[in-house]
């Protein structure tokens, strides 16, 4: 059974940077593909960046060029590193997998099997 657990969200002032950080209990975790997801009250849940298995990327274009997503296959982890942080960017981020032999980053929520418990992000204004 695939277990993701997320760390790092919090409350950081308008400008600050975070690293949230997903660790997967999974085999093979260099067959999956792997993203960020985030949901604030009242919205849909949306894609933030997605990271194919063998590391290709993709990124919404609110954090593009703030955000960098990036994976360890070697820790089974997955970083999600936030810089010039805005309140737009408040909501609860979840990291999820998806075990698949695409070589291509998927940014929909409906395409992924496992999803981690989430890690809360509140950025002050």
């Known amino acids: 059974q695939v277990q993701l657990v997320e760390s790092g969200g919090g409350l950081v002032q308008t400008g600050g940077s975070l690293r949230l950080s997903c660790a997967a209990s999974?085999?093979?975790?260099?067959?999956?593909?792997m993203g960020w997801f985030r949901q604030a009250p009242g919205k849909e849940r949306e894609v933030v960046a997605a990271?194919?298995?063998?590391?290709?990327?993709y990124y919404a274009n609110s954090v593009k060029g703030r955000s960098t997503i990036s994976r360890d296959n070697a820790r089974n982890t997955l970083s999600l590193q936030m810089n010039s942080l805005k309140p737009e960017d408040t909501a609860e981020y979840f990291c999820a997998a998806r075990q698949t032999s695409d070589s291509w980053p998927d940014i929909y929520p409906p395409n992924y099997d496992y999803w981690g418990q989430g890690t809360q992000v509140t950025v002050s204004s």
């Open positions: 999974v085999r093979t975790f260099s067959s999956y593909a």
């Open positions: 990271i194919s298995r063998i590391g290709r990327t």
